[in-house]
Nanobody
């Protein structure tokens, strides 16, 4: 069974940076396309970024394009999200997800992490 565990969340001021990690156990890391989602208080969970299993294809939500970078290290079974120029509206619980295809990971992921809180103060 695949398990995903996020880390790296925390508190940062507007304009600051934060890096998230998502470690996979079980399965083969290179066997899944992966994504980051987030859910702000009172809002639905939304797509943030995705990456293909070989890292060659990435997609970003318009709201984070140019500020966030998704990457992965299959040798370490780890997914990353580097977040720069953070804004208060980036405050949310961030989740990593995995699925067999990019379309699935961006819509109905098969596996989810438990989430990590990111808070950006104004």
């Amino acid at each position: 069974q695949v398990q995903l565990v996020e880390s790296g969340g925390g508190f940062v001021q507007t304009g600051g940076s934060l890096g998230l990690s998502c470690a996979q156990s079980g399965g083969t890391d290179g066997g899944y396309d992966k994504a980051w989602f987030r859910q702000a208080p009172g809002k639905e969970r939304e797509f943030v970024a995705s990456i293909s299993r070989n890292g060659g294809t990435t997609y970003y939500a318009d709201s984070v394009k140019g500020r966030f970078t998704i990457s992965r290290d299959n040798s370490q079974n780890t997914l990353y999200l580097q977040m720069n120029s953070l804004k208060p509206e980036d405050t949310a619980i961030y989740y990593c997800a995995a699925a067999n295809t990019l379309i699935l990971v961006m819509s109905t992921p098969r596996f989810w992490g438990q989430g990590t809180q990111v808070t950006v103060s104004s």
